[in-house]
């Protein structure tokens, strides 16, 4: 079974950027994936922020659009978020997913604060 890790969440203050990685173990076939990231608030549904598709295809939720951006590189097995210009309201828990499939990272802490 695929094994996702997150790494890369901290506290930063706003306006601050941070860049979040996740690794798939478990895999030969990373690059025939499509994935995603997404986050968890205090009392929220967990809502996805970012997709890349095997296709190349990209799509951000409104609320991150001309911030965050999301890549991968399929000979590390990683797949990235740059988040640039963050906000309070960007504080949650990310997670890495694999899309149509029960595959989950542990999630990282993103606290953004002055």
């Known amino acids: 079974q695929v094994q996702l890790v997150e790494s890369g969440g901290g506290l930063v203050q706003p306006g601050r950027s941070l860049r979040l990685s996740c690794v798939a173990s478990?895999?030969?076939?990373?690059?025939?994936?499509?994935m995603a990231w997404y986050r968890q608030a205090p009392g929220k549904q967990r809502d996805i922020v970012a997709r890349i598709e095997t296709t190349g295809y990209i799509n951000y939720a409104d609320s991150v659009k001309g911030r965050f951006t999301i890549s991968r590189d399929n000979a590390k097995n990683t797949v990235y978020l740059q988040m640039n210009s963050l906000k309070p309201e960007d504080t949650a828990v990310y997670y890495c997913?694999?899309?149509?499939?029960?595959?989950w990272g542990q999630g990282t802490q993103v606290t953004v604060s002055s």
């Open positions: 478990g895999t030969n076939r990373f690059s025939m994936y499509d």
């Open positions: 997913h694999r899309l149509g499939t029960g595959s």
